[in-house]
């Protein structure tokens, strides 16, 4: 009876116990991280983290503005990039999560143009970048640099990286460091859209690239919105500060959206969409100039 | 001693496979779409769609999608069929756009060939489904 009391009073104990153990072992991680962090964590938005990774999810994929430039003939320009060697320059958090949402985009694109050898420059770059950042553990390299060896291998190329970024963000949001998913994010859109407007400054004649620097208005605005929660930290105000200088250029650019309602027919199985509404991007050459310099002087304080 | 321990190994044991026993596992129909898209589309996104057993009565999630590229949205679900999950494409201004269920019959994937650039509502819903249970994916090619 006795033997049986102890073990009642001991049970609970044990759980008490483990549990703490378990606990402190997390909070120390979790403290290190912290204390690594030159984000003000603690400056970040009261707001859902919901609402966050709903916007986040709408910033198309960098890799969508690389198809788009093969598809209209634009040659590959690998001096647009940014250099893999770049790397030591990025010593705090916040440049490392920019700099590797720009490499993630730089390697997308030497994949798009089936540049493999290139691509295989970037992967160590990121791999660094994100062990650095507590995330390496979503890049499994020795896969990728397989794929990237033979040129066959175009597709699984494209969809482990793509899953490998889409993971990382997925994760960051779960523990509550969105703010690196925004960087991340930023960095990778900011390096496509230097690519895009340049290549429109270099074919004024290509209206699809005109246009597709025009329809970056959309993307701006989520980004502001999404900067604009992190604005009580220095860097990301200043992130912020350059979004609205490029916003402002953009207030000429309209887009004109008109609704028509589309038909449909189905094809082996899959409802195939005839669209019928369309948009209109007004915007000069120009526009796209001083757009292009904005873009170019931001991307030059992120990847510096 | 040995009762209680194996009591307590019991009560988890039981309490655990309940629990499992009512959830959704998403994540696994979701990787099961992506390598069913079609050919020539590039992965782009995954989604969840989990019903929470019939207490929601949509899932609904946001993409900017643009001018010029073909989208395709997939579905799949346990069992052979799509039970009744079918997805909607919404404008920025909520006209409906796209849907998987034509004249009464739902098929398991959309491909949208889009001609405006915006923001859309990737909607799914519910029609007769009975796990409220699925993944999706989204592809894109030029």
Redesign the interface.
């Known amino acids: 009876m006795a033997k049986r009391n102890v ?1 009642r009073s001991l ?1 609970p104990m044990i759980a008490l116990v483990l549990l703490a153990a378990c606990s402190s072992g997390k909070k120390s991680d979790e403290q290190a991280f912290l204390e690594s962090q030159d984000t003000a964590r603690d400056n970040g938005p009261t707001i859902p983290e919901e609402v966050i990774g ?1 916007i986040l ?5 960098p ?2 503005i690389s ?2 430039l ?2 209209s003939g634009s040659r590959y320009e690998p001096g647009l990039l940014n250099s893999p060697d770049n790397l030591p320059k990025y010593n705090s958090n916040y440049k490392k999560a920019l700099n590797l949402g720009v490499f993630g985009t730089d390697l997308g694109y030497t994949n798009i143009y089936q540049k493999s050898k290139d691509g295989i420059q970037y992967l160590s770059s990121i791999k660094s970048l994100a062990n650095d950042l507590n995330i390496g553990q979503f890049f499994d390299i020795e896969t990728i640099g397989r794929l990237a060896a033979n040129s066959k291998n175009l ?1 699984s190329l ?2 482990i990286t ?2 490998n970024f ?1 993971n990382i963000n997925g994760y960051l949001q779960n523990q509550r460091r969105e703010h690196l998913s925004v960087l991340l994010l930023t960095g990778g859109w900011v390096e496509a859209m230097n690519v895009v407007s340049q290549a429109a400054l270099a074919t004024p004649s290509n209206k ?1 690239l005109q ?2 620097v025009g ?1 970056q208005k ?2 701006i605005e ?1 980004l502001i919105l999404l900067l604009g929660f992190y604005k009580d930290d220095a860097n990301m105000a200043g992130l912020l500060k350059d979004m609205q200088s490029l916003m402002a250029a953009y207030e000429k650019i309209n ?1 004109v ?3 028509k ?2 038909t ?1 027919e ?2 082996n ?11 209109t ?1 007004q915007i000069t050459k120009e526009d796209v100039k001083s757009i292009s310099a904005l873009v170019g002087a931001m991307r030059d304080r992120i990847i510096g | ?1 040995k009762k ?1 321990v194996i009591a307590i190994f019991l009560l988890f044991s039981v309490g655990l496979s309940t629990e499992l026993a009512g959830q959704c596992d998403a994540e696994s129909y979701t990787s099961a779409c ?1 390598p069913k898209l ?1 050919t020539g589309f ?5 989604y969840k769609i989990d019903g929470e057993g019939g207490t929601k009565d949509k899932v609904e ?9 073909q989208y ?1 949205i997939n579905l799949c679900t346990p069992g052979a069929n799509v039970d009744g999950i079918v997805v909607s ?1 919404y ?3 909520r ?1 409906k ?4 269920k ?1 004249n009464g ?1 739902v ?13 859309y509502y990737i909607q799914y819903t519910f029609d007769g489904s009975a796990a409220h249970c699925g993944g999706s994916a989204l592809g ?3």
Not at chain 1, 274 to 279: A, H, L, R, Y
Not at chain 2, 61 to 69: A, I, L, W
Not at chain 2, 97 to 100: E, K, L, N, P
Request: charged content about 20%; hydrophobic content about 45%.
């Open positions: 073990m049970i709903s999810q709408q910033i198309p994929s890799l969508e198809a788009m093969k598809e597709d494209l969809l793509t899953q889409n699809e246009e597709k329809e959309i993307i989520k887009i959206y008109t609704y309602e589309s449909v189905v094809v199985g899959v409802a195939v969409i005839k669209d019928n509404s369309s948009t991007i | 001693m209680v992506i079609a590039n992965f782009l996104k995954s999630y946001s993409y900017v999608f643009t001018k010029g590229t395709m494409l404008d920025a201004n006209n756009v796209a849907s998987s034509i019959q098929v398991s994937a959309i491909a949208y060939p889009c001609n405006a650039t915006g923001i894109f090619k030029r």
